[in-house]
């Protein structure tokens, strides 16, 4: 990481922050999949049991709901962030107090706040943050 902050113009080296930062936003939207469709889903939640008021059934449904619900939050967030961050960068659109919060935090590897915010608390590091939301995505 070191020497890709140096600076340096050698071909294919990234040479400046701003570099740095598209490639992890490009990282994280290529495997970032799109928000689920809410209503589908659900519809599959209560349609796959005879009885979607059965207690031993009801509950577990609703979590999954709610954590449907949260999952597309937290995807549509980071994808809105990120897509904002991009033409930031790109000079498309000013770079906010919050998209620099979101730029330095992705330049040194940590979640952004503004994605906190949607996700279970965890001490981990942005890399193995996006691991582990992937893999509870494709749960």
Known sequence: MLSMQSGSDQEGEVSNMDDIVKLSVNDILTKLQNPYEEDKVKD????????????????????????IERVNMLIKRVKGNLKDLNDAINGIIGMSYDLETIFNDIFNGFIPKKWKDFAPQTNKKLASWMNHLKRRIEQ
């Open 44 to 67: 599959q939640i209560d349609s796959s049991v005879d009885d979607p008021k059965d207690p031993r059934f009801y509950f577990t449904a609703v979590v999954l709901k709610q954590e």
